[in-house]
């Protein structure tokens, strides 16, 4: 069984920052892109930044310039450190992994998601 676990997210002013972190854990092969979407109220989840296996990395052209995604592969941990926080920035996010894993004798991949974490930016 394979679990992301977030934490980071919290209640932040305009122009503040945030650091999110999501933990993969379980019985895990290797993990190839990890990343952060969002979901606003009433909109459709979208991709924040994610971040391949090898440090190559891409973002939403509304995030650019403020946040920054990392990996620590050793720890099978994503961060998304978050500044200059804007009101539109407000979301659940959810953490989101491609991770292979070994089943029935072959390796498989699939998508986890994590359970997702409450960010509100104040104006």
């Known amino acids: 069984q394979v679990q992301l676990v977030e934490s980071g997210g919290g209640l932040v002013q305009a122009g503040g920052s945030l650091r999110l972190s999501c933990a993969a854990s379980g019985r895990i092969l290797s993990i190839n892109a990890m990343g952060w979407y969002r979901q606003a109220p009433g909109k459709q989840r979208e991709l924040v930044a994610r971040?391949?296996?090898?440090?190559?990395?891409n973002y939403a052209d509304s995030v650019k310039g403020r946040f920054t995604i990392s990996r620590d592969n050793a720890k099978n941990t994503v961060y998304l450190q978050m500044n200059s926080l804007k009101p539109e920035d407000t979301g659940v996010y959810y953490c989101?992994?491609?991770?292979?894993?070994?089943?029935?004798?072959?390796?498989?991949?699939?998508?986890?998601w994590g359970q997702g974490t409450q960010v509100t930016v104040s104006s």
């Open positions: 989101n992994a491609a991770i292979q894993v070994v089943q029935f004798g072959s390796v498989s991949e699939y998508d986890f």
């Open positions: 971040i391949f296996s090898g440090g190559s990395t």
